[in-house]
């Protein structure tokens, strides 16, 4: 079946630097969407992606989508304590279906 | 709105007990999901329905049950609970577009099972 990882698990950073998370789908993704989850509370939706190549900024936040649509990347630049949580990407198949497989997740700890 | 709301919010169960668990959604949405999240593994699709009625298998569906009688509402049944089912449960819904797909989440139910 379909498949959607995640890397890394964890990440533990001083405030100030920069994070990445990477997510890669074992299938051509229709769409990726990527939602933040606090400690104790539940997932937050971010932003969605749907072309190949894209590529779309929220303030600190970068999200890609790969070419093949079958991966894709949050890059948080100057991380703030803030910023602590679990980050979660969640891609959709081709099929037409409005069925999201998620990714592990990339907890971050942010020291400050 | 109250968005996505889940009820309880906490639960613990004896195994073999039963249970349902009820979420209900106000913004008119199409779509509705039942996650269970557990640690290093992210959220597993249990069952979604695509609308008032109908439902489908996810990931993980066995020893779930669900139910669609109203649009408004998505129940999740356990009929026989497993200590394997101990887990953070958390519905979502997602609004019947063709571009913008965000998925509200409700806060989640806490469920132990002994």
């Known amino acids: 079946g379909q498949q959607v990882m995640q890397i890394p698990q964890y990440q533990h950073v001083q405030e100030g630097e920069d994070f990445t998370t990477y997510c890669n789908s074992s299938?051509?993704?229709?769409?990726i969407q990527w939602y933040k989850q606090r400690p104790g509370g539940h997932p937050v939706f971010l932003i969605q992606?749907?072309?190949?190549?894209e590529v779309k900024k929220q303030k600190r936040l970068t999200f890609q989508f790969g070419e093949a649509k079958k991966n894709s990347s949050l890059h948080i630049t100057a991380t703030q304590t803030t910023d602590v949580g679990t980050y979660f990407c969640a891609g959709r198949r081709i099929s037409g279906t409005y069925k999201y497989i998620f990714g592990t997740g990339t907890r971050l700890k942010v020291l400050a | 709105n109250a968005g996505v709301t889940q009820t309880p919010k906490f639960r613990v169960l004896k195994t073999g007990q039963s249970m349902t668990l009820l979420c209900a959604q106000d913004?008119?949405?199409?779509?509705m999901y039942w996650y269970r999240q557990d640690p290093g593994m992210g959220l597993r699709l249990i069952h979604y329905s695509v609308g008032e009625g109908t439902t489908a298998k996810g990931e993980v569906p066995d020893g779930y049950n669900v139910s669609r009688l109203k649009k408004q509402n998505f129940l999740l049944g356990l009929e026989s609970a497993a200590p394997s089912q101990t887990s953070v449960y958390f519905c979502?819904?997602?609004?019947?577009?063709?571009?913008?797909?965000?998925?509200?989440f409700g806060p989640g139910t806490r469920l132990t099972v002994l």
């Open positions: 299938t051509t993704l229709s769409n």
């Open positions: 979502a819904s997602l609004p019947h577009t063709s571009s913008y797909n965000e998925q509200f």
């Open positions: 913004m008119n949405h199409e779509y």
């Open positions: 992606l749907v072309k190949s190549g």
